[in-house]
Every structure is written in structure tokens, then in C-alpha cells.
């Protein structure tokens, strides 16, 4: 079954903690990204990864950070420095800039509560 | 202005009815264009991408596209209470970078009465 993964489900932050949340695709997408949904809300672009070892911030990179060492994973961290972080947070994929409309498919997401 | 607006809603139909969701985006040189569903509580759900002028069906769902007017809707024929939830509008900027960078609306909630 190809998919995007991603774990916790659920992951409760005590003030100060860093947290990672996991991302793993098996679709042999190049691009990654990730996504914060605050309730009522649309889809904020945090960080994107076009390629192994390469990735840009999106438009709320402060506070969160990643790293690509693997085609199949995109990790994201929130640091400390997240001074709001309760929120859905969705990994995505896509094949790349090789397909002209590249439609991103996403995870089943990880609902962070800050304590 | 934002760059991809839609009517929050929320958008109530009878079932089967046919449910009209709307979106406009700002940036001219915009490319593609994709709806997705989202339940209450889960991740977003691609329906449908439509990159030309026209309509594009799918089954109950057709997608418009105007790019002159700026304009993509998304129809839904004969509704259904599991139709229910959030329609989300995305908009791909990536002619004008190096990167795909899509923009999601905030979306529009709607509700099919059974």
C-alpha cells in the first residue's frame, strides 16, 4: 500500500520541550512539505523539501525546524521558540516539477497540544 | 487582498441538490488549480486538479475553470449527507518560482440536509 505516513497522532508538549513529529512516504515523491491548520482555518506552509538534503522555509518557518536525509522521510521539529504550536499539523508529497500540476497528497496528520 | 478567497460558509443543500462551492485567486500566471475535501478532524482529500479553461467532470463533481475572470468552482450533483465537510481551494503559483508553492484557501464548509 503506498501512502504518507505520519506518527504521533496525538503528542502533547510540556512549555520548553522540543518535539518531533515523523513523516514517511512510500511513493517515491521528491517533494515534501509541511503544513500548520489552526481551527477554522486554511493550510500554512511551514517548510518544503525539493530533494534529498535540500529544503526552503515556507511562511511560518519560525520556531520549527527539519531535515531531508531520506527520500521517504521529512521530519519536523518544534522547538521551544514556538511560542503557539497547538495545532494540526499536515505532512504532504508530490511527484515534483516534472508534472506540470503536481497535486500534493497528504497524511493522516498530528494534533499537537501544548500543556 | 488574499491571494485565494472562498466563502466560509457555512453552505447548506438539501440532499440531492446540486452544491455550488466558489473560489477566486489574485495571481494571474497561476497554473493549476485543486479542490480538496476535509471530514471534521482528518487530513485534506484531493477530488479534483483542472489546469484548462472549461469544465472537468468527475462522477457527481465538475470543475470550472475561468482564468480570465479568475474563477474556479466545483459542482456537486445529487448531494449527499456524506458529502458533508470542508471544500478546500488551491491555487499553484510555481510559474513564477522554483518551487510549486500552493496556496490553500480557507476553505468552505457545507452541509447536505438529508
Known amino acids: 500500500d503506498g501512502g504518507i505516513t505520519q506518527s504521533p497522532k496525538y503528542l502533547f508538549r510540556k512549555e520548553g520541550q522540543n518535539v518531533t513529529l515523523s513523516c514517511e512516504q512510500n511513493?517515491?515523491?521528491?517533494?515534501m512539505y509541511w503544513y500548520r491548520q489552526d481551527p477554522g482555518q486554511g493550510l500554512r506552509l511551514i517548510y518544503y523539501?525539493?530533494?534529498?538534503?535540500?529544503?526552503q522555509k515556507g511562511d511560518i518557518a519560525e520556531g520549527y525546524s527539519v531535515s531531508r536525509e531520506k527520500k521517504e522521510s521529512f521530519p519536523l521539529t518544534v522547538t521551544s521558540a514556538q511560542k503557539n504550536p497547538t495545532a494540526f499539523y499536515l505532512c504532504?508529497?508530490?511527484?515534483?516539477?516534472?508534472?506540470?500540476?503536481?497535486?500534493?497528497?497528504f497524511g493522516p496528520g498530528t494534533r499537537l497540544t501544548v500543556l | 487582498q488574499k491571494e485565494v478567497e472562498q466563502n466560509s460558509g457555512p453552505l447548506s443543500v438539501p440532499e440531492g441538490a446540486i452544491a455550488s462551492l466558489n473560489c477566486t485567486y489574485s495571481?494571474?500566471?497561476?497554473?493549476?488549480f485543486f479542490w480538496y475535501r476535509q471530514y471534521s478532524g482528518k487530513s485534506p482529500e484531493l477530488i479534483m486538479f483542472?489546469?484548462?479553461?472549461g469544465d472537468k467532470e468527475d462522477g457527481r463533481f465538475t470543475a470550472q475553470l475561468n482564468k480570465a475572470s479568475q474563477y474556479v468552482s466545483l459542482l456537486i450533483r445529487d448531494s449527499q449527507p456524506s458529502d458533508s465537510a470542508t471544500y478546500l481551494c488551491?491555487?499553484?503559483?510555481?510559474?513564477?518560482?522554483?518551487?510549486?508553492?500552493?496556496?490553500f484557501g480557507p476553505g468552505t464548509s457545507l452541509s447536505v440536509i438529508p
Open positions: 504532504a508529497s508530490s511527484i515534483g516539477r516534472t508534472v506540470s500540476y503536481n497535486e500534493q497528497f
Open positions: 511513493l517515491n515523491h521528491d517533494a
Open positions: 523539501s525539493q530533494i534529498v538534503n535540500d529544503f
Open positions: 495571481d494571474r500566471g497561476s497554473q493549476s
Open positions: 483542472i489546469y484548462s479553461n
Open positions: 488551491a491555487v499553484n503559483h510555481g510559474w513564477k518560482t522554483s518551487y510549486d508553492k500552493v496556496i
